[in-house]
Nanobody, 125 residues
Framework: QVQLVESGGGLVQAGGSLRLSCTAS????????IGWFRQTPEKAREFVAA????????HYADSVKGRFTISRDNATNTVFLQMNNLKPEDTAVYYC??????????????????WGQGTQVTVSS
């Protein structure tokens, strides 16, 4: 069972930056597509970004395109989400999840059965 642990959230002012990390417990990390998602009490969980070993390597929600960058370090089994120019509407609990062999686009439509604890991101105005 591959486990994912999210970290790096916090409180930041609008216009600031944060870097989230999603670390996996697996020896086959480079064959997994990893996605970031976020949820608030008022809205359903939504897709944010995904990274895959398959082409295309990355995919973003329109709301974060140009501000967020997803990357991975296979040596440490970690996928990062660099979030710049944060806005109050980015406030949410951020989660990561995985899909083996899948494309980045598949992360938008999969009904994941399990979610981790997530990491809280709060952007003040």
């Amino acid at each position: 069972q591959v486990q994912l642990v999210e970290s790096g959230g916090g409180l930041v002012q609008a216009g600031g930056s944060l870097r989230l990390s999603c670390t996996a417990s697996t020896d086959t990390f480079n064959s997994w597509t990893i996605g970031w998602f976020r949820q608030t009490p008022e809205k359903a969980r939504e897709f944010v970004a995904a990274h895959s070993w398959r082409e295309p390597n990355t995919h973003y929600a329109d709301s974060v395109k140009g501000r967020f960058t997803i990357s991975r370090d296979n040596a440490t089994n970690t996928v990062f989400l660099q979030m710049n120019n944060l806005k109050p509407e980015d406030t949410a609990v951020y989660y990561c999840n995985k899909n083996r062999w899948g494309s980045v686009y598949s992360m938008r439509t999969i009904g994941f059965a399990y979610w981790g604890q997530g990491t809280q991101v709060t952007v003040s105005s």
